[in-house]
């Protein structure tokens, strides 16, 4: 999943980035309002992490103007202004959550979580064949054993789980799961493909994780992929 942060502060951004990183997100950043709207407009995200003292506009202003579009990301105001007017007038715009500075990464984590939730209609429990996937507990099985994967890992894994019998390009995994454009050359993706591979598909009779050649990878049962 991919979620924008928009905060002039480059320590608070970049501590926020690199937390939400380290858990399996993939994250821009804006430094100013114009920056964060050029991004929301011309990405897909997940999530916008939205600041209100901007230097440039007013991140009420810029949440305006997001919200005006005809689809818009759930977004979390993360700011120092604890008045109780300011924190109505944020979520009357229509934020979904409002969170004031200092702040415990811990529980900015656990409201990210809970607004990704809210905003997907999709299940909070993956399986494929003997292979589940706990969403929110972030806990991966197959034939009821777990299986202990890098965030990185966590993330490609639940993206091909939920878009199963779906051939997933290189560039779509990249840009699902990094925060960066797919040039062509890197081997990124194979190199986590294989290691997802030993730790899913090795030792067992049926494998899950699918070459498709010439695009990429799928994930789907044995069965199933030679009906098509």
């Known amino acids: 999943m991919r979620i924008l942060v928009i905060e002039d502060e480059k320590r608070i951004a970049d501590f926020v980035s690199r937390g939400l990183e380290s858990a399996g997100y993939a994250v821009d950043i804006a430094y100013d309002g114009h920056g964060g709207i050029n991004l929301s ?16 506009i007013d991140g009420l202003e810029v949440l305006d103007k997001i919200r005006s579009r005809k689809s818009s990301p759930p977004t979390l105001i993360l700011s120092a202004r604890n008045a109780v007017d300011d924190r109505v007038k944020g979520l009357e715009l229509g934020a979904d959550d409002y969170m004031v500075k200092p702040f415990a990464f811990v529980e900015l984590l656990a409201r990210v979580r809970a607004l990704l939730r809210r905003g997907q209609p999709t299940p909070e429990r993956l399986q494929i064949g003997d292979l589940v996937l706990d969403c929110i507990r972030r806990k991966v099985t197959r034939a009821g054993q777990s299986l202990e994967l890098a965030p990185k890992e966590f993330s490609i894994l639940e ?5 199963p019998g779906r051939p997933l390009s290189r560039t779509m995994i990249v840009e699902h799961v990094w925060d960066m454009d797919y040039d062509g050359l890197t081997n990124i993706v194979d190199v986590y493909i294989r290691h997802l591979r030993s730790k899913i598909d090795d030792g067992q009779e049926t494998r899950l994780i699918h070459t498709v050649r010439g695009i990429g990878y799928m994930m789907e049962l044995p069965e199933r992929a030679a009906e098509r």
């Not at 993206?159 to 878009?163: E, Q, S, V, W």
């Open 159 to 163: 993206y091909m789980m939920r878009n």
């Open 41 to 56: 407009r011309d990405t897909a995200y997940d999530l916008i992490i939205l600041d209100l003292g901007l230097p440039d």
